[in-house]
C-alpha cells in the first residue's frame, strides 16, 4: 500500500474516531440534561465509568445506524413517503433503545419519548460532525460524495480524457419572470443574482393560451403540447375527464405527444427526469407522475425514496423540517386570519401537510437525486421544483410566503451548483420556469357565485343559494348579479334548504376550471357545439357569460364564421380577424394566435371562457379557490423566464421573441447538442408505457445525498 493510501486510511481513521469521541460527549450532555435519560446505573457511577458507558452507547448506535437502519427503511418501502417522513424519529430512537439495551450491566436506559429525541440529536451531530471533517479535506469530502451515490471515480482521472459537458435543466415551477427579477433585486435570490453577473442571460418567453404545467411542461419535454386546451378537460369521443396531474392522463398525453413527434422526448439519450409529470424520454426517473400507474414486478416505487431515508441523518433532518414547514404554514394563515388580508382563501385541513410535502419532502429528494446525476456524470438532467407554485396558489404570487420559499429555492440551487464542482464532467446548469402566477381575488369571493353556478343559471338549471350573496359586497359583485338577473327566466334559490347537487344527467353541462380558464362543455352532443346551436338550447347562456363583469372573453364555434370570440357589450369577432388591437388587447401581445392555436384543437370545449384581467392592478379572477393563479390569459402567468450560462447559443435572435413551449423544446434540443453533447434522437421511440417503472415516490439513481450540506468553499475566491 502506497504512502497516499496509508495516509488515507489514516485520515479515515482519524474522523471515525472523531465521529465516535463528539457523539459520547453529546451522549454525557443528554444524559446530564435530561431526567429520563440514564448512562449509570442505580447506584452512580465514576465519571470514567460513565464515559465509557457512552463510548459503549454511541458506538452501538452507529452501528446499527450504519446496517440495521437501511434494512429497516427497506422493509418500509410501501409506507407512503409523507408518513415514512414522520416515522424516522421512531424508528432512529428505536434504535438507540436497543443500543442502550446492549450495554453490559444495563446501565443505560430512557423513555420511549426521551430516545426519540437523543436519536434525533445524534444522527444530526454524528452527521455535522462527519460533514465538518469532510469539508476541510476535498478529496474526502469528493469520496463521501461518490461513495454516498453509489459510484466510484476513475482511479487516474489523468488517464481519462475530459468528457463534454452535461447540462442540468432546473424548473422553478410557476415562478414567472418579473418575479425572478424581483426576488434578484430584493436580495433574495444570491445565487441567481451572481449568476446574472456573471454574464448569464436572462429570457422571457410566453406561454400557449393554457399557461399551466402540463401543457408547458409537455411541450418542453415532448415538443409537442397540441390538443391540450387546459389543465382539465372534457373529451367528448372517449369520454374522459382529462386531468393533467393525474398518472392516467399523464401517461395518455405523453403517448399521444410522443406519437405525434415520433421523438423519445429531449431526455432520450442518458437522461434523467426528477419531480416531473413528463419522463422526457428518460430511463432515469424518480417522482415522475408517467410512470406513476404502472404495477407489476418491475415497479420499484419506492426506491428514491430508500436511497434518500436510508441515511437517517437525511430522515431526521427532512422529517424535522417538514414539522417545522407545517408549523409555518400554520402561523402564516393564522397571522393572514387576523389581519384580515385581501384576497384570502381558505387554509386549513391537510393544506399544511401538502405544503410541507411539496416544499421539504419533494425539494429534498429531487434536488438530492440531481446531484447524484451529477456525480453519476449522467448527460442531461431535468428537475421541477414545484416548491412556490405549490405555496403561491394560497398565499398569493408576492409577499412574504413566498418570500421565504424563493430564498430556499436559491440555496438549492447554490447547492447543486457547487456539488457539480465534484462530478467528473463539467456541468451548465439552465434555470427555466413552466409558468408564472397572476395574482387575484377568486370569481366565486368577488361576485358570490362560481362559474358553475353562473353557467347552471344561464341554462335555466337550479343553483346553489350562495348566488344570492357575495362575501366581498363589491359593487362589481352587484353588477354581476344584476346581470345574472336580468338573464334568466327563473329566479335564484335564496332559501334556508341545504345546499346540493342535483344529480348529473348527460343534458346538463360539464363545467371545469383550469385557474382563470374555464371550460363548458354539453356530453350528450357528440360535436363541438356552435353558438347557433346553444343559444337554440339556452338562449341566455353565452349572453350571461359574455355580459359578466369577472369574464373577459368566450370563445366559442359558428357556423356563420367558423369560430368568434364574444365579449361585453355585444362584441363579436370572427376567431380569424382576431387582432392584439382588438377585445384581446387588454391581454398582450400573441393573445390572439394562442387563442387561435386552441381553437384548432379536436377537444377544445364548447365555450372557453377566460377571466377578465385588470392590467393596472395585475390581477385576473381565478374560477378556483386560487388567490394566485394560472391556466389562462392574462398577467404575469403567462411570462416565464429562461437563465442559460454565457456558453450556450443565445435562447433567440437579437429582437426576436421566445414563444410557445415547443418552441422552447427546440431551443434546450439545440442546447444539447451544442459542444459535442448528445443527440436526441429523432427517429421513433418506444411507447413510454414500456419505460422503467418508479412511482411518483421512487427512483432508479442508487443512492443520493442529504440536501443541506457545506460544501469546501472555492480556493480560487
Known amino acids: 500500500m502506497g504512502y497516499g493510501r496509508w495516509r488515507g486510511a489514516g485520515r479515515a481513521a482519524v474522523r471515525v474516531v472523531s465521529v465516535w469521541a463528539v457523539s459520547t460527549a453529546t451522549l454525557l450532555v443528554l444524559a446530564a440534561l435530561l431526567p429520563d435519560f440514564q448512562l449509570q446505573s442505580p447506584d452512580g457511577d465514576s465519571l470514567t465509568r460513565t464515559a465509557l458507558t457512552a463510548a459503549w452507547a454511541a458506538g452501538a448506535f452507529g452501528l446499527l445506524t450504519a446496517l440495521v437502519w437501511p434494512l429497516v427503511v427497506r422493509a418500509l418501502l410501501l409506507v407512503p413517503a409523507l408518513v415514512l417522513g414522520m416515522l424516522v424519529f421512531f424508528l432512529n430512537g428505536s434504535l438507540l433503545l436497543v443500543a442502550l439495551w446492549l450495554i453490559p450491566d444495563g446501565r443505560g436506559a430512557a423513555d420511549p419519548e426521551t430516545a426519540v429525541v437523543v436519536a434525533a440529536v445524534m444522527s444530526a451531530v454524528a452527521s455535522a460532525t462527519s460533514t465538518a471533517l469532510a469539508v476541510r479535506d476535498d478529496d474526502a469530502y469528493r469520496r463521501r460524495l461518490y461513495r454516498l451515490t453509489g459510484r466510484t471515480r476513475p482511479r487516474d482521472p489523468r488517464s481519462v480524457p475530459v468528457p463534454a459537458p452535461g447540462t442540468v435543466f432546473l424548473q422553478l415551477d410557476g415562478v414567472g419572470h418579473e418575479v425572478l427579477r424581483r426576488a434578484v433585486d430584493d436580495g433574495l435570490m444570491p445565487t441567481v443574482a451572481g449568476w446574472l453577473e456573471a454574464g448569464y442571460r436572462l429570457t422571457p418567453w410566453r406561454t400557449d393560451w393554457s399557461s399551466q404545467t402540463g401543457a408547458s411542461q409537455l411541450g418542453i419535454l415532448h415538443g409537442s403540447n397540441e390538443d391540450v386546451p387546459a389543465f ?14 393525474r398518472p392516467a392522463s399523464a401517461v395518455e398525453l405523453q403517448r399521444r405527444a410522443v406519437r405525434r413527434t415520433g421523438d423519445g422526448g429531449l431526455l432520450s439519450l442518458d437522461g434523467a427526469s426528477r419531480g416531473n409529470l413528463f419522463s422526457g424520454g428518460a430511463d ?53 386570519r387576523l389581519r384580515r388580508e385581501t384576497p384570502r382563501i381558505r387554509r386549513g385541513g391537510t393544506y399544511p401537510f401538502v405544503r410541507a410535502f411539496a416544499t421539504v419532502v419533494e425539494r429534498d429528494v429531487v434536488v438530492a437525486a440531481v446531484m447524484g446525476d451529477m456525480l453519476a456524470g449522467r448527460t442531461a438532467v431535468y428537475a421541477d421544483l414545484v416548491a412556490y407554485d405549490e405555496v403561491a396558489h394560497h398565499s398569493g404570487p408576492r409577499g412574504r410566503d413566498t418570500d421565504q420559499v424563493l430564498r430556499r429555492l ?7 451548483a457547487r456539488v457539480a464542482e465534484h462530478a467528473p464532467r463539467p456541468y451548465r446548469i439552465v434555470l427555466l420556469s413552466d409558468h408564472g402566477q397572476s395574482p387575484g381575488e377568486t370569481f366565486e369571493g368577488a361576485y358570490g357565485l362560481t362559474l358553475k353556478d353562473l353557467v347552471r343559471a344561464g341554462c335555466g338549471l337550479p343553483v346553489s343559494r350562495r348566488v344570492g350573496r357575495t362575501r366581498s359586497g363589491a359593487e362589481a359583485g352587484d353588477a354581476a348579479r344584476d346581470a345574472l338577473r336580468s338573464a334568466l327566466h327563473r329566479p335564484v334559490e335564496t332559501g334556508e334548504e341545504t345546499e346540493r347537487e342535483l344529480p348529473a344527467r348527460p343534458s346538463e353541462p360539464v363545467v371545469l376550471a383550469s385557474g382563470n380558464l374555464g371550460l363548458v362543455s354539453f356530453p350528450d352532443v ?3 357545439m356552435t353558438r347557433e346551436e346553444i343559444d337554440r338550447r339556452h338562449p341566455a347562456l353565452l349572453r350571461t357569460l359574455a355580459q359578466h363583469p369577472g369574464i373577459g372573453f ?6 356563420a364564421h367558423g369560430s368568434v370570440v364574444l365579449a361585453r357589450d355585444g362584441v363579436e369577432v370572427p376567431v380569424a380577424e382576431l387582432a392584439d388591437d382588438g377585445p384581446l388587447a387588454v391581454f398582450g401581445r400573441g393573445a390572439a394566435d394562442a387563442v387561435r392555436r386552441t381553437d384548432g384543437f379536436p377537444h377544445v370545449a364548447d365555450v372557453m371562457v377566460n377571466s377578465m384581467y385588470d392590467p393596472a392592478a395585475g390581477t ?37 421573441e421566445l414563444v410557445g413551449a415547443e418552441r422552447v423544446h427546440r431551443v434546450l434540443r439545440r442546447w444539447l447538442r451544442e459542444d459535442d453533447g448528445p443527440q436526441v ?23 443520493v445525498l442529504p440536501v443541506e450540506w457545506p460544501v469546501p468553499p472555492d480556493k480560487n475566491h
Open 620 to 656: 385576473v379572477h381565478a374560477f378556483e379557490e386560487q388567490i394566485g393563479s394560472h391556466g389562462g390569459l392574462g398577467g404575469e402567468q403567462a411570462h416565464p423566464f429562461l437563465l442559460s450560462p454565457p456558453e450556450l447559443s443565445p435562447p433567440v435572435g437579437e429582437g426576436e
Open 284 to 336: 432515469e426517473v424518480a417522482l415522475v407522475l408517467t410512470v406513476a400507474a404502472r404495477r407489476g414486478r418491475r415497479n420499484r416505487s419506492r426506491a428514491g425514496y430508500f436511497a434518500y431515508f436510508s441515511d437517517p441523518a437525511n430522515a431526521v433532518r427532512t422529517a424535522g423540517s417538514l414539522v417545522n414547514e407545517v408549523v409555518r404554514e400554520v402561523v402564516q394563515s393564522t397571522r393572514a
Open 232 to 245: 382539465r378537460w372534457y373529451e367528448k369521443d372517449t369520454g374522459r375527464l382529462m386531468v393533467s396531474n
Open 526 to 528: 357528440p360535436h363541438r
Open 554 to 559: 368566450l370563445l366559442v364555434a359558428s357556423e
Open 681 to 703: 434522437p429523432l427517429g421513433p421511440s418506444a411507447d413510454p408505457a414500456d419505460a422503467p417503472e418508479i412511482s411518483p415516490s421512487g427512483t432508479e439513481v442508487e443512492s
Open 410 to 416: 436559491d440555496r438549492a440551487v447554490g447547492l447543486i
